[in-house]
Every structure is written in C-alpha cells, then in structure tokens.
C-alpha cells in the first residue's frame, strides 16, 4: 500500500518536498471493517489549510500521517454484512492506494451507483464540490428566477456544478474563469451566459467594467470561490440586497495578502454576505446529490476532469490546482 504523507509544514507556498511517498503493507482487517482499493483519489483546495496550523475551522492534518482525501474505489475485502466484495464506495480514504474502513460508523464510507454516474464524478459533480455548490446557491443566494447571479473558478469543480444549478433555477449564469479555453468552455459546454476571463482584465477596474457589460441589470448573487480583487470588482456591481455565499478564496491559500478595497459596498448595498463549509450541513446532501445525480443523468450537467497518473503524481497535481493548471475536477487515478 503506497501512502503520501505530510513530511513538513510549508513555510510560504506549498511544495512538493512537504510531501513523502512511502510504502507499507495492506492493512489486516478487524469485524466490521472492509477493505477498499481505490480508484480515484480526490485533490481539493482546503487541503492546502489543512497543511498549516494556523486557526482554521478545522484541525490542521498530523505530520507524518497520510494526508487527508476524498476517494472512491472498491471493496476488495469485507468483514461487514452490509458490504460485499465488488461493491463501488465513496469516502475519505486519504493519499494511498488502499484503505481498512470501519463501516460500521456512519457516513464515513457509502454505496454508489455506477448505472448512469461514472465512478470519478462522486468525487466531483455528484460529491462533496456539487453539493458545495448547491448549499451556496439554494440556502445562501437563493436566486429568484430571471435573477443574475455570478461565480468565480467558474469551470472548476465547483463552479461548474454551480451553472447547471442556476440555469435550472432560471438565472442569468455569468461566470468568471483564467484563460479563454476555460470561458469558451464555460459557455459552450456548461451552458453560461457569459464568461470573463480575468487573466484580461487583471485590476479591480478593468474586471468591474467587463462585469458591467455581462450583467447589464447588476449582480443579486455571488459565488466568491477565489477572493481578492475579483472580490472588490464585484462587490462594485452588486445590486441592492445581493447575496454573497462565500464558499472559497483560493487566491489567499499560498500565503498571498487578500486586501478588500471597497467594504463600504457592503453597507451601502446592503448585502447579506455569508460563509460556510459544506460538511456543516449534511442534511442537505441527499437533497443535492439527488437533484445533482439527475442533472448529470440528464446530459445537463457534463463535468469535465483533468486526471493526473499514479499516487506519484498527486503532489505536483495539488500544486497545480492551487495555481489555476487544472481544467475542471482534479483527480488522482490509482488503478
Ligand atoms: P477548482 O476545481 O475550481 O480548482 C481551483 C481553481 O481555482 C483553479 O482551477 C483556478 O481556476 C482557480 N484559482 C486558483 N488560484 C487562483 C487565483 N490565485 N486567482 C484566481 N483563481 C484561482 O476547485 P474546487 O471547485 O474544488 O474549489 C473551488 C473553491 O471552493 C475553492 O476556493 C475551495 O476552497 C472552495 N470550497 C469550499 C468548500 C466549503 O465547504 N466552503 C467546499 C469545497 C470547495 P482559474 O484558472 O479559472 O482561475
């Protein structure tokens, strides 16, 4: 069993040397536990929190112990009556190839259905990010059809989840991505009104104006994903009483400075501006899981992966992820 774990803190950026690859052997397993082989590893943002140990609202992850992840994968092994040997599961199983499960304690491993849902996408669309984008847009924002609502990292895990949704709920969809493959893309096949490529626009003034011409009645709802001066070119266009669901702010993760220029926006808007961590609100997840699993079904969601190689390979993918290179869900394959 091939593992990664966290060797050292970073101190600024993350880099591939605060990681340690190391082998060891399958793990025995006790009664009620099973045996999974996993096959996809999932890289997410809030990783990079849990390698510091600065105040977060949650505990950093232990050096020397195998960092923390979302996989899915396949019993190979059970000692539990409710799972058998070829059952397709999803859980947290971490940077390595194989996990022993207690599945005898709720929540931490379930049953998915591969008939109509690829295998990856339970890590992504129909997983922790879709449901992400479904608490933001229904409990935070909840957007009145013809609304326009906006979101940032736009073609990513997240953020394309976030369209299918608001197109559904008969919004005005504009998004905002790095690169004009990420906004065609966003447009053409995540069904976007519009999509601004902030790599062309790289002021708080120059984005406000091009938010302008995609949101020609103003923004009523917002999901910031990224922070910084995307944050402020916003907030200069938000109408009275928009919503901002604060899901992420991926531009401040490496240690950057993420100053807000304009905060008196807040009040003269009159903004409701919350934030949340999605695993805080597990009552939703069937909800949006189901209604997330349907879209997907339905060909109206059509999420797109970028998949790195081998356990060898999730370092390098993360720090990638961190800096924009990931075009859609980032995965790790491991079989
Ligand atoms: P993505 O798949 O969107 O990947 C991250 C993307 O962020 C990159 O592809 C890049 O897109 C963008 N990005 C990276 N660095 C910067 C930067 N400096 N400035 C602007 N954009 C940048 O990740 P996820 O969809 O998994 O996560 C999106 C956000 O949601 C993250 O902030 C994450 O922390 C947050 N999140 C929060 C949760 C919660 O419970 N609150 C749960 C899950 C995710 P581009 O090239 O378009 O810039």
């Known amino acids: 069993n091939r593992q990664i774990l966290l060797d050292n803190r970073p101190d600024g950026e993350a880099t591939t040397s605060n990681f340690k690859l190391v082998a060891s ?16 590893l999932s890289l997410d943002p809030y990783m990079r929190g849990r390698m510091s140990d600065s105040k977060s609202y949650s505990a950093p992850q232990p050096l020397g112990e195998v960092m923390i992840g979302g996989t899915v994968g396949e019993v190979v092994e059970s000692r539990h009556p409710k799972f058998a040997v070829g059952d397709k599961v999803a859980g947290m199983g971490g940077w390595q190839e194989y996990s022993a499960v207690d599945a005898s304690q709720p929540g931490l491993l379930r049953k998915v259905d591969t008939t109509h849902v690829p295998l990856s996408f339970y890590l992504g669309a129909v997983g922790m990010p879709g449901v992400t984008a479904w608490y933001g847009l229904n409990e935070i924002i909840a957007p009145k059809s013809g609304e326009t609502v906006v979101v940032s990292a736009a073609t ?4 394309s989840s976030y369209a299918a949704l608001a197109k559904a709920r008969g919004c005005r969809v504009v998004g905002i991505a790095g690169g004009p493959e990420k906004c065609k893309y966003a447009v053409e096949e995540l069904h976007f009104d519009e999509c601004i490529d902030y ?7 120059t984005l406000s104006k091009a938010l302008k011409q995609a949101c020609p009645d103003g923004i009523d709802g917002y999901f ?32 950057q400075p993420l100053p807000l220029q304009n905060p008196s926006l807040i009040l003269i808007n009159r903004l409701k501006i919350e934030g949340f961590i999605v695993s805080e609100h597990m009552n939703v997840w069937p909800q949006a899981l189901q209604e997330l699993g349907t879209l997907v079904a339905q060909g109206k969601l059509k999420p797109r992966e970028t998949v790195a190689q081998g356990l060898d390979a999730a370092p390098e993918a993360f720090l990638g992820l961190l800096k924009g290179k990931n075009f859609g869900k980032q995965l790790v394959k491991l079989i």
């Open 156 to 159: 990513g895990a997240v953020g």
């Open 224 to 255: 910031e994903n990224v922070g910084g001066y995307i944050l402020d070119a916003v907030l200069l266009r938000t109408n009275a009483f928009a919503r901002i669901a604060v899901c992420g702010m991926i531009a401040g993760y490496d240690g």
């Open 199 to 205: 790599r062309t626009h790289p002021d708080v003034k």
């Open 25 to 40: 052997e399958t793990p025995a397993l006790q009664d009620g536990q099973v045996l999974v082989r996993h096959h996809y």
